[in-house]
T-cell receptor, first 111, second 114 residues
Framework: EDQVTQSPEALRLQEGESSSLNCSYT??????LFWYRQDPGKGPEFLFT???AGEEKEKERLKATLTKKESFLHITAPKPEDSATYLC????????????FGKGTMLLVSP | NAGVTQTPKFRILKIGQSMTLQCTQD?????MYWYRQDPGMGLKLIYY???????DKGEVPNGYNVSRSTTEDFPLRLELAAPSQTSVYFC?????????????FGDGTRLSIL
């Protein structure tokens, strides 16, 4: 059974204070690890897909990295508009693009 | 460019009532999914479909039914609603599994059962 654990559950940062979110996973044959952003009252919005250990992807102040056991979402000099819940999910070999999600990290960036 | 559209956005049901949550996508995606999200919990897969006429159970299918008569639509049916089904329901879609494309989500239906 695929499993995803995200930490911390919640994180409060000051504007400009860089940090990282963690996603630890166990999966039978990783086909992709996905990061999503979710704003209150909205559906998850796709950010990144990582396929293999060592891969990195960047988008504005966000950078996602992947190892064989975990992924990190690094947030550099965050702004208040980066406040959201960040979800991590894995796709293994067991289903038709089915995803297993973590519980998410709620990020609050204060001005 | 609507993407995935869910209706209604909010609904209150009484215990024992039935209802259908609607989901439609205009991206010609083969695969569609229904999830529920409870406070402090991750998204849990209820049912999914890989094409018209083909559906399968996810992690938490009890109390729900689905059908897929067209590529665009994937309704979720609640029979005999129970308080445990109070949740936010999300529909998602993607293209074929081989390309590992991300799932695209609607904005959810918030359902309360009293």
């Amino acid at each position: 059974e695929d499993q995803v654990t995200q930490s911390p559950e919640a994180l409060r940062l000051q504007e400009g204070e860089s940090s990282s979110l963690n996603c630890s996973y166990t999966v039978s044959g990783l086909r992709g690890l996905f990061w999503y952003r979710q704003d209150p009252g909205k559906g998850p919005e796709f950010l990144f897909t990582l396929y293999s250990a060592g891969e990195e992807k960047e988008k504005e102040r966000l950078k996602a990295t992947l190892t064989k056991k975990e992924s990190f979402l690094h947030i550099t000099a965050p702004k208040p508009e980066d406040s959201a819940t960040y979800l991590c999910a894995v796709q293994g070999n067991s289903g038709y693009s089915t995803l297993t999600f973590g519980k998410g990290t709620m990020l609050l960036v204060s001005p | 460019n609507a993407g995935v559209t869910q209706t209604p956005k909010f609904r209150i049901l009484k215990i024992g009532q039935s209802m259908t949550l609607q989901c439609t996508q205009d991206m010609n995606h083969n695969y569609m999914y229904w999830y529920r999200q409870d406070p402090g919990m991750g998204l849990k897969l209820i049912y999914y479909s890989v094409g018209a006429g083909i559906t399968d159970k996810g992690e938490v299918p009890n109390g729900y039914n689905v059908s897929r008569s067209t590529t665009e639509d994937f309704p979720l049916r609640l029979e005999l609603a129970a308080p445990s089904q109070t949740s936010v329901y999300f529909c998602a879609s993607t293209t074929r599994a081989i390309s590992n494309q991300p799932q695209h989500f609607g904005d959810g239906t918030r359902l309360s059962i009293l």
